[in-house]
């Protein structure tokens, strides 16, 4: 099981950038999912999360309004919209599935390998 990161890039202040994050593997459920973030020299934080079957949402006090996170369960994608991007938004954005592998009931938080996102003043 690999979850991986895409979308990343530069964008200017005001700007809007979608990541995608793809879980690949075989025999497997996914439970909740999520991103996180990490300035240099600042530790990782929580961005957003999204539970399986409902989709219940939460959210930085920080991105609030402006993010969005979504989950698409037929392709194990899961997206975060960033829109009225700001300086300090810039980061390594990675995700997280918490997957149960075939029968077992175990569930196991894999990480991707993250994506840069740089906002320019």
């Known amino acids: 099981v690999q979850p991986v990161e895409s979308g990343g890039g530069l964008v200017q202040a005001g700007g809007s950038l979608r990541l995608s994050c793809v879980v690949s593997?075989?025999?497997?459920?996914?439970?909740?999912m999520g991103w996180y973030r990490q300035a240099p020299g600042s530790q990782r934080d929580l961005v957003a999360t999204?539970?399986?079957?409902?989709?219940?949402?939460n959210y930085a006090d920080s991105v609030k309004g402006r993010f969005a996170i979504s989950r698409d369960d037929a392709k194990n994608t899961m997206y975060l919209q960033m829109n009225s991007l700001k300086p300090e938004d810039t980061a390594v954005y990675s995700c997280y599935a918490d997957v149960r592998k075939g029968y077992s009931d175990v569930v196991r938080r894999y990480w991707g390998q993250g994506t840069q996102v740089t906002v320019s003043s």
């Open positions: 999204i539970s399986s079957g409902v989709g219940s949402t």
């Open positions: 593997g075989s025999t497997f459920s996914i439970n909740a």
